[in-house]
C-alpha cells in the first residue's frame, strides 16, 4: 500500500513537471496578448469620417477665401478697383501658404514650451509624415498632422486678407504683401500659438476661442483700424461717390462665406462628431439672428432694410459666433448675433462717421467689434442657465470666465495694435504704403496689374 501511495504521489509530481513548460506558455501568450491590448487601447484612433470631415472642412475654408472674400470685398470697391482686390486676396493667400510650410506652423504650434510661440522644431515641417498624428478634443483619437496643418493653414491665408478691406483702393500692391508677410509672421503666428497651443499664454487662462473670434477676427480688425488710420482716407473720402460697385457680387460673396464658414466653425472641433453638430446648427441660427437685426434696425433708423445692410449683419453674425459655437447653445446664439449685429451696426453706422477714419469696408466695425463681442459673449452664453455646456473644462464660473475672455481680448488687442503699427512704419520704410493721388483716381487695376476687371 505505501508503495502504491508512493508510485502515485511520483506519477503526480511527473504530471506536474511535465505541465510546467505549458503552463509557462499559456502565461507567456497570456502576458504577450495583455500587453498588445494595453498596446491597442493606449493607441490613439483614427477614423476615416473625421480624417474625410477635417479635409472637406480645410476645403471650405479655402472657398471663404478664394472666391468667398474676393468676391465680397470686390464688389463693395468701385469698379476701377475690383481687379485690385481680386489680386490682393489671391496672392496672399498663396503666400501665407508658402510661409505657413516653411516656419508658420512652426512658429504656432511647433511644439516648444514659450507661452509666446511655437519655436523651430517644425520648420520646413521637420519631422512630419504620413504617420504624424494630431491630437483631437477627445482622449485617445488624432487625426493625422497633414490635414491638421492643412486646416490651420487655412486659417492663416484668410487672416491677412481680411484687413486688406480697411485700406482698400489706396495701398501699393507690394506693401500689401510686404505687410501681409510681416504681420502673419509677428502677430498671426505667435496669437495662435497663444490662444490654441498646449503651452500658450492665453489658452492655460482657461479661455475659450473655439474657431478663432481672437486669433482671427479681433487680430485682423484692430490690425484694420491702425492701418486705415496710418493710411489716411481715400482721395474724396466724404464728397466722391464711393458706393459698392456690385452689390450682387457683394451677396453671392457673402453667402459664400456662410457657406465656408461652417468648415471654419464646426471643422475646428476637429472630429466628426456632436460637438461639431452644435458648432453648426450656432452658425446657422446666430447668423439668421444677426441679419433679422440689422434689417429690423435699418428698417427703424432708414425706413428701408437694404442688401448692403443684410450682407454686413450676416458677417457679423458669422464673426459674433465663431468663438463661441462649440460651447453655447442655439437659443444664446441667435441673442449672440442679434446684439452683435446691433452694436457692429452703431460702429459702422455712429463711430465711424464720429472719429472720421476711413475703414473702406467696415473690417474694424464688422469683425473687430463683432469679434469682442462674441469673445465677451461667449464667457456669459456658456452657462448652463443659457443652454451652454458650461464652465467646467474652463474658468469655473461665469464670473471668473468672462474676466478671462476679457482678458483675452485685451492681450490680443494690444498685442495686434502694437505690432501692427510698427510693421506698418517698417513697410513704410521699405516700400511706400500709398500709390501716388494721381494713381489713386485713375484706379489700382490699370496702375498696379496692368488690366481691368471689365471692359466697355
Known amino acids: 500500500m505505501k508503495n502504491l501511495t508512493k508510485l502515485a504521489s511520483l506519477s503526480a509530481l511527473a504530471a506536474l513537471a511535465a505541465a510546467v513548460p505549458a503552463l509557462a506558455q499559456d502565461a507567456a501568450t497570456a502576458a504577450t496578448d495583455a500587453a498588445a491590448a494595453v498596446a491597442e487601447v493606449a493607441a490613439p484612433t483614427v477614423d476615416k469620417g473625421d480624417v474625410a470631415w477635417m479635409m472637406t472642412s480645410s476645403l471650405l475654408v479655402l472657398f471663404m477665401l478664394i472666391p468667398g472674400l474676393a468676391l465680397f470685398y470686390g464688389g463693395l470697391v468701385r469698379t476701377k478697383n475690383m481687379l485690385s482686390i481680386l489680386m490682393q486676396c489671391t496672392v496672399i493667400g498663396a503666400m501665407v501658404m508658402v510661409i505657413w510650410v516653411v516656419y508658420g506652423y512652426s512658429f504656432a504650434f511647433g511644439g516648444g514650451t514659450s507661452p509666446f510661440w511655437g519655436g ?28 491638421f496643418i492643412a486646416f490651420q493653414m487655412t486659417f492663416a491665408a484668410i487672416t491677412p486678407a481680411l484687413f486688406i478691406g480697411a485700406f482698400a483702393e489706396r495701398i501699393k500692391f507690394s506693401a500689401v504683401l510686404l505687410f501681409s508677410a510681416l504681420w502673419v509672421t509677428f502677430v498671426y503666428f505667435p496669437v495662435a500659438h497663444m490662444v490654441w497651443d498646449g503651452a500658450g499664454v492665453i489658452f492655460n487662462m482657461g479661455a475659450i476661442d473655439f474657431a478663432g473670434g481672437t486669433v482671427v477676427h479681433i487680430n485682423a480688425g484692430i490690425a484694420a483700424l491702425v492701418a486705415s488710420i496710418v493710411i489716411g482716407p481715400r482721395v474724396g ?32 472641433n476637429l472630429e466628426s462628431n456632436a460637438g461639431a453638430t452644435l458648432a453648426m446648427i450656432n452658425t446657422f441660427v446666430a447668423t439668421a439672428g444677426a ?8 428698417g427703424i433708423f432708414r425706413g428701408k432694410a437694404s442688401g448692403l445692410g443684410a450682407a454686413s ?16 447653445g442655439p437659443v444664446g446664439a441667435i441673442a449672440l448675433g442679434a446684439v452683435a449685429s446691433a452694436v457692429c451696426y452703431f460702429f459702422v453706422s455712429v463711430v465711424k462717421n464720429k472719429f472720421g477714419y476711413d475703414d473702406s469696408l467696415d473690417v474694424f466695425g464688422v469683425h473687430g467689434v463683432g469679434g469682442i463681442i462674441g469673445a465677451i459673449g461667449t464667457g456669459i452664453l456658456t452657462s448652463p442657465s443659457f443652454g451652454g455646456v458650461g464652465y467646467e473644462a474652463f474658468a469655473g464660473s461665469m464670473g471668473a470666465q468672462v474676466i478671462v475672455q476679457i482678458k483675452a481680448v485685451a492681450i490680443t488687442i494690444v498685442w495686434s495694435g502694437i505690432g501692427s503699427l ?14 501716388d493721388v494721381e494713381t489713386e483716381r485713375r484706379g489700382l487695376d490699370l496702375a498696379s496689374h496692368g488690366e481691368s476687371a471689365y471692359h466697355n
Do not use: Q
Not at 461717390?241 to 468648415?263: E, I, K, N, R, Y
Not at 458669422?318 to 462649440?326: D, E, K, M, Q, Y
Not at 510693421?423 to 504704403?433: C, M, S
Open 120 to 147: 523651430l522644431g517644425k520648420l520646413f515641417l521637420a519631422g512630419v509624415t504620413t504617420d504624424s498624428l494630431a491630437a483631437t478634443f477627445s482622449d485617445g483619437v488624432a487625426i493625422p498632422e497633414y490635414v
Open 313 to 328: 449683419g450676416m458677417v457679423a453674425g458669422l464673426v459674433a459666433i465663431t468663438p463661441a459655437c462649440g460651447t453655447i
Open 237 to 268: 473720402f466724404g464728397k466722391d461717390m464711393m458706393a459698392p460697385h456690385s452689390m450682387t457680387l457683394t451677396m453671392v460673396g457673402a453667402a459664400m462665406l456662410w457657406v465656408g464658414w461652417f468648415g471654419f466653425n464646426a471643422g475646428s
Open 291 to 298: 441679419i433679422l437685426a440689422w434689417c429690423l434696425i435699418e
Open 422 to 435: 510698427i510693421l506698418l512704419y517698417i513697410t513704410k520704410a521699405i516700400t511706400g504704403l500709398r500709390v
